[in-house]
């Protein structure tokens, strides 16, 4: 039996939630840049990088017993040595 979640926000306050967070993000990675170094934005800009890779890794590791296709667990496990990757590229990059 499935349950239901009810949601008690309306659809449009979710979306313009959505909107203030990716500018608030946008801004945040901006002013690092200005402020700081090119150093500090790279870091940033990468670590979300392998958020968004073991996010997209966790999520076809957990539809495949919905599903029962192999499709989302081949791209999920491949997106996890994309981020293993990536956090390689970052510890190694000059300057870090």
Not at 48 to 68: D, K, P, Q
């Amino acid at each position: 039996m499935k349950t239901q979640i009810i949601s008690i926000m309306p659809e449009r306050t979710k979306y313009l939630i959505h909107i203030l967070a990716f500018i608030v993000s946008l801004a945040f990675l901006i002013l690092a840049r200005i402020l700081y170094s090119f150093l500090l934005f790279h870091f940033l800009v990468e670590t979300f990088a392998v958020v968004v890779a073991f996010s997209i890794f966790l999520f076809g590791w957990n539809t495949y017993e919905n599903l029962n296709n192999g499709f989302f667990k081949v791209v999920g496990i491949s997106f996890l040595f994309i981020g293993a990757l990536t956090i390689l590229h970052t510890a190694t990059y000059y300057g870090m």
